[in-house]
């Protein structure tokens, strides 16, 4: 049943990422999504890429969206494993705290 198992690895995943959300208001926008089609609004382009770059650096892979980087999308396989959303929350945790130090 992956539109399932998506559906509810997708709420997960986004209700941690709102948590982040609150956490990091000046730089985080929003996180919004569906499933797991997951959209991340930064404060502008620069910062986008720079969180972008520092999870290429942590091995995560993410995309901007149209021609800029203030909206990173997060679109994992529909079959993705709970340890593996925590790992990549986790990373995503350490590029904002290295970002906003």
């Known amino acids: ?54 999870l290429f650096k942590r091995d995560v892979l993410v995309a901007g969206t149209l021609l800029n980087a203030k909206t990173l999308r997060i679109e994992p396989a529909l079959n993705i494993p709970r340890p593996l959303v925590d790992e990549v929350l986790e990373k995503f945790e350490d590029t904002l705290q290295e970002l906003t130090e």
């Open 1 to 54: 049943d992956l539109p399932g198992q998506a559906a509810v690895t997708g709420a997960y995943f986004l209700a941690e990422l709102q948590k982040l959300q609150k956490r990091f208001p000046d730089h985080l926008l929003e996180a919004r999504g569906l499933g797991l089609l997951i959209g991340l609004e930064f404060v502008d382009t620069e910062f986008g890429y720079a969180v972008a770059a520092g």
